[in-house]
């Protein structure tokens, strides 16, 4: 099963290599993972989207915590949570395919931040489905470039992930 | 005030670091990156420097200084190939979660990434094998850093930690403080166990119809035998060990049933297999433990599970009972609650359960074919029991060998025993020696290998002669790489591929060359003698060159991919 876990770390160098040799060194599934830093500058927040069975995600929570940089994991499939993930697509805009891209744009409720001759590149935010079905909606020939962000996570409500 | 606004260099406030530690010994080997620090060290006597002749036998001579005191081992290397000839050390530490403190030297801040002379990204080609480690980049950092590799190298679960530390920064200047507490948001190990869990394992313990105890490392690391022994004695039920734990609890003790495992006795095995409540304590339900994990857990039992490591509960096998805690601890809770409770057991159910384990006992499995010709080397190590009235400390290095040495003496205290479990590192037997007899300068220690092994790490019989170590080599010599040899017998249709040592040196010349004692044994009725002969040599380091029977094999055995109960016994073949 799919799960998005949500970690606090040190902001400090190598910290990232940390969590991905781990996911390496153990054979765990990584779909996507990113990281920043946080509003506390010390501290980085970073999602990993993740598979495997029950029992491999609790390893792979109970190894994240054992990392001795690693402050707090929280499984956001433990509960109620919100994903988006960004990206950004540049697609032909010729001829007919110029109004049917402002159109599927539209539809998907993206936007078009860049305007060429040849070419719209459109930004589109939510989650990793919707923006699979805005790919698989497009002409594949229209797909010039695509860059995906990987998927960022928040708990609902009062679910908070602090120090 | 005065004192502490001195400006010292970033090598002398390393070096006032160690003092602070209490270090006593460290091992290293000097190089470029590291001048500065060695000359701070040429400049204070609060520690002793052990100069190995490779850096990999200083890893293992600190890490065993480390397994047989409880101490953290120090080892100082320096940057490129000082650190990467470390790394065979440090992982085989990492494996069997041995305390350690690494200080490796780096090229100079500025020249780092630009392919500099002996320069290696060393904290990336350690971060898989090690606890944790760092990179000092300022002069200011190095003494809160080495406060807190010395505390998360011997907290929670112990492991090696490395700090690298470029050369210019340990030229710099600044004030020497160091900070007396350490406090990481990030790391905050358990140590108390949780009470409403130890009650619920006790009452599955006392409960049980066939009790089964299982100890690993973790007894001997977390300096627990004294309480397990306690628990043991008055619930009055069954115990076995790992590699790693033997010595945790007496093997003399009629209720100790032997080693488990790969090359465990039938009668831990067979126990293993059947009980129906398991406590497992500080053990961690290895490959080489549990055998084949299916067949295990074919057979319904209850398992209650300690250990300071949250990630090695459920990791190979699901626990029913949890308790994550510093074993020493938790079973002190238990021993308490049973001070407090006392607890009825199944004794009727409990007294046939002992009769079973009796009659699994009357298999003999440690029997072996004796021979007036050749010399068995299961009776080299049964000698070597007998005649250091079984009180030496014991490195092994990685093979046949080791496996007999876990056999056939059997150990009554903890951190008697030392060996590379984990990792099964060749070459470690001779510098684990070193570590140990520094550690007990009047112990008896007795370095049991084979001629395999030894020349993995044979340079460190220089080290021996510089530092008088009076150590004795116990090589049992087949000609062969046994264990790899009795795997081709069994599995690859007697195929001795690359397994036949040839062109073996003069191991009593060779021994001699080095300013040691030699003796090669090659009779049955020499053993005894050469043996007292050599403990007798009390000052000297005396290496015994027994010739040994070539095709023997270590039994029982459960074949990769069998179950516990699936051995195979000598009188089998």
Same mark, same amino acid.
């Given at each position: 099963m799919r799960h998005i876990i949500s970690l606090l770390m040190e902001n400090e160098a190598g910290a990232l290599s940390r969590v991905a040799g781990l996911f390496s060194a153990r054979g765990y599934n990584i779909e996507s993972l990113t990281v920043a830093a946080t509003e506390d500058p010390t501290l980085s927040r970073m999602t990993i989207v993740t598979s495997g069975s029950a029992e491999v995600i609790e390893q792979i929570i109970k190894q994240l915590n054992k990392l001795i940089d690693v402050v707090k994991v929280l499984d956001l499939n433990d509960g109620k949570f919100i994903e988006r993930e960004l990206m950004l697509v540049k697609v032909k805009a010729t001829g007919a395919f110029r109004e049917e891209m402002k159109r599927m744009c539209d539809i998907f409720r993206g936007r078009i931040i860049d305007v060429a001759d040849g070419s719209f590149t459109i930004e589109l935010t939510g989650s990793g489905t919707k923006l699979d079905a805005f790919i698989e909606s497009l002409d594949k020939a229209a797909i010039l470039e695509t860059v995906r962000t990987g998927a960022s996570g928040i708990g609902r409500g009062d679910r908070v992930l602090k120090v | 005030m005065e004192q502490s606004s001195k400006q010292l260099t970033g090598a002398e406030i390393l070096i006032r670091c160690l003092h602070e530690e209490n270090v006593e010994y460290i091992f290293g080997y000097p190089g470029g990156a590291v001048l500065h620090i060695y000359d701070a060290i040429f400049h204070q006597d609060k520690f002793k420097h052990i100069l190995v002749r490779h850096e990999q036998a200083a890893l293992h001579a600190a890490d065993a200084y480390s397994r047989s005191t409880g101490k953290v081992g120090v080892a100082l290397v320096t940057s490129g190939p000082g650190a990467t000839n470390a790394v065979t050390g440090i992982a085989t530490a990492y494996m069997d979660s041995i305390p350690m403190v690494i200080i490796s030297g780096q090229v100079p801040t500025y020249a780092i990434g630009e392919d500099a002379f002996q320069e290696c990204d060393t904290v990336g080609i350690t971060r898989p094998c090690v606890k944790h480690n760092f990179l000092v980049k300022d002069v200011k950092d190095i003494a809160a850093t080495m406060k807190k590799a010395f505390y998360v190298a011997n907290s929670g679960r112990p492991g090696p930690v490395l700090v690298d530390i470029p050369k210019d920064i340990t030229a710099h200047l600044c004030a020497f403080e160091y900070p007396k507490t350490v406090q990481l948001r990030s790391y905050n190990p358990v140590t108390k166990g949780h009470l409403g869990q130890i009650k619920k394992a006790l009452k599955l313990l006392t409960e049980a119809k066939r009790p089964m105890v299982y100890s690993g490392g973790g007894v001997v690391l977390g300096d627990a035998a004294e309480h397990l022994i306690k628990l043991i004695q008055t619930l009055g039920i069954p115990i076995t060990s790992t590699l790693m734990g033997l010595g945790g609890f007496p093997a003399s003790d009629p209720k100790f049933l032997g080693m488990l495992g790969m090359h465990g006795t039938y009668e831990a095995n067979m126990a293993m297999q059947d009980c129906d409540v398991l406590l497992a304590v500080g053990a961690r339900f290895d490959d080489r433990v549990i055998g084949n994990t299916a067949h295990f857990l074919s057979n319904p039992r209850t398992i209650i599970h300690i250990d300071i490591d949250p990630s090695s509960i459920s990791k190979r096998v699901k626990i029913d009972v949890p308790i994550v805690g510093d074993v020493k601890s938790v079973l002190a809770d238990m021993n308490e609650l049973i001070a407090a409770e006392k607890p009825k057991q199944n004794t009727a159910e409990l007294a046939s359960w002992f009769k079973q384990i009796e009659a699994w006992r009357g298999r003999k499995c440690m029997n072996y074919a004796q021979s007036t010709e050749l010399i068995k080397p299961q009776y080299v190590i049964q000698k070597l029991h007998e005649v250091t009235n079984g009180e030496a400390f014991v490195t092994s290095d990685v093979g046949q060998h080791q496996m007999w040495a876990a056999q056939y003496y059997p150990f009554d205290k903890p951190r008697r025993w030392i060996n590379s479990g984990g990792l099964g590192t060749m070459g470690v037997g001779l510098p684990y020696a070193m570590g140990v007899q520094l550690a007990h300068p009047d112990a008896q220690v007795a370095c049991v290998t084979g001629e395999g092994s030894i020349q993995m790490n044979i340079q460190e019989l220089s080290t021996c002669k510089q530092y008088n170590l009076p150590i004795k080599v116990i090589m049992l010599n087949n000609r062969y790489l046994g264990m790899v040899r009795q795997w081709q017998e069994f599995f690859? =249709?007697?195929?001795?591929? =690359?397994?036949y040592m040839d062109s073996l040196p003069d191991f009593v010349k060779l021994a001699e060359a080095y300013g040691h004692v030699g003796m090669q044994i090659t009779q049955p009725g020499d053993v005894e003698g050469a043996l007292k002969e050599a403990f007798a040599m009390k000052s000297r380091f005396v290496f015994l060159d027994f010739i040994t029977d070539q095709k023997e094999n270590v039994f029982p055995m459960i074949q990769n $991919?069998? $179950?516990?109960?699936e051995m195979i016994l000598a009188e089998e073949l």
């Open positions: - | 690859y =249709e007697n195929r001795y591929s =690359e397994s $991919g069998k $179950g516990l109960s």
